[in-house]
């Protein structure tokens, strides 16, 4: 079946813009993860939702990164007034459920340039 | 805090000879520990997962890892490397519990080389 995709796979912008990033879980999967992984680096968890509800946001870096998931299948990463330091590989991963057993499975990421 | 650290950030193994990537964890918690790899230019792919049953799990391609609690160690190791398995993989640890036990928390990556 079809995995977790992520849209657009590559984004270049400009300093102080506004970026939309987009996930499509795997169909059925009620638990969806955002996480970011700069250069070097392994993933860092930025917020996850249990169906619509965003459960845990705690790994965003501050108040410019906003997450939504309304329908509670697809996901909206949100960064405004971007900047230098956003610049990183942002995944999306999806499970059934939430519980720390859960597989996630994992999009092959969107590629943000903030130059 | 959950944790983890991967000993090596790069291991070099000819083909045909055995992979070990050393990890070990901190956790106030039974942790669920994961291996993860990564090719190039593609997404994460779940190697293996512990979850409190059997100490020694065995994943895809080959690979298995050990849970040792006393050690508070979760190596990977496969007996004999082959050129496709170059690629970065990363140890990681669930977040623990309640509301965070989902979020998984990473190591900073081993790089794995294999020589013809």
């Known amino acids: 079946g079809a995995g977790v995709s992520q849209t657009p796979s590559n984004k270049v912008t400009e300093k102080g813009k506004y970026v939309e990033l987009r996930c499509d879980p795997i169909?059925?999967?009620?638990?969806l993860y955002w996480y970011r992984q700069s250069l070097g680096q392994g993933p860092e968890f930025l917020i996850y939702f249990q169906g619509t509800g965003a459960a845990d946001d705690s790994g965003l870096p501050n108040d410019r990164f906003f997450a939504v998931r309304p329908e509670g299948s697809v996901s909206t990463l949100k960064i405004q007034r971007t900047e230098r330091g956003d610049s990183a590989v942002y995944l999306c991963?999806?499970?059934?459920?939430?519980?720390?057993?859960?597989?996630?499975?994992f999009g092959p990421g969107t590629r943000l340039t903030v130059l | 805090a959950q944790s983890v650290t991967q000993l090596d950030s790069h291991v070099s193994v000819s083909e045909g000879t055995p992979v070990l990537l050393r990890c070990n964890y901190s956790s106030s918690y039974s942790p669920s520990l994961f291996w993860y790899v990564q090719h190039p230019n593609k997404g994460l792919q779940l190697l293996l997962k512990y979850t409190s049953a059997a100490t020694l799990v065995k994943g895809i391609n080959g690979f298995e890892a050990e849970f040792k609690k006393s050690e508070t160690s979760f190596h990977l190791t496969k007996p004999s490397a082959h050129m496709s398995d170059a690629a970065e993989y990363f140890c990681?640890?669930?977040?623990?519990?309640?509301?965070?036990?989902?979020?998984?928390?990473f190591g900073k990556g081993t790089k794995l080389s294999v020589k013809p």
């Open positions: 169909s059925g999967h009620t638990a």
């Open positions: 990681v640890v669930s977040g623990g519990y309640g509301g965070s036990q989902g979020n998984l928390i």
């Open positions: 991963a999806s499970s059934l459920n939430a519980g720390g057993t859960d597989t996630q499975y």
